[in-house]
């Protein structure tokens, strides 16, 4: 079973940049299809971003498109997260997950594994 573990969150100003990385254990990385979720205050989690199991399909929700970046490196075990642009509205706990499934999907209920969660805070 693939363990998650995300870094990288943090405070930055409006219009700045933070990367998120999520490490995998487990030697079956490469298998899972990969997923970037959110969760902020009072509201329910959303979807991200999500990467395809070798890195060639990706997709991003649309509040996010053009200003976030989801990658991976396989042979590292690891999923990246670029954000740049920030907004106060980006302010969230991001959520790290993976789903075996054949294709990548935008569900959160259809992820398997799940990070812990790392706190990004974009203030005004």
């Known amino acids: 079973q693939v363990q998650l573990v995300e870094s990288g969150g943090g405070l930055v100003q409006a219009g700045g940049s933070l990367r998120l990385s999520c490490a995998a254990s487990?030697?079956?990385?490469?298998?899972?299809?990969m997923g970037w979720f959110r969760q902020a205050p009072g509201k329910e989690r959303e979807f991200v971003a999500a990467?395809?199991?070798?890195?060639?399909?990706?997709y991003y929700a649309d509040s996010v498109k053009g200003r976030f970046t989801i990658s991976r490196d396989n042979a590292k075990n690891t999923v990246d997260l670029q954000m740049n642009v920030l907004k106060t509205e980006d302010t969230a706990v991001y959520y790290c997950?993976?789903?075996?499934?054949?294709?990548?999907?935008?569900?959160?209920?259809?992820?398997?594994?799940w990070g812990q969660g790392t706190q990004v805070t974009v203030s005004s």
């Open positions: 997950a993976g789903t075996g499934r054949t294709r990548t999907t935008m569900r959160s209920d259809l992820y398997d594994i």
């Open positions: 487990g030697r079956t990385f490469s298998t899972y299809a």
């Open positions: 990467i395809s199991r070798g890195g060639a399909t990706t």
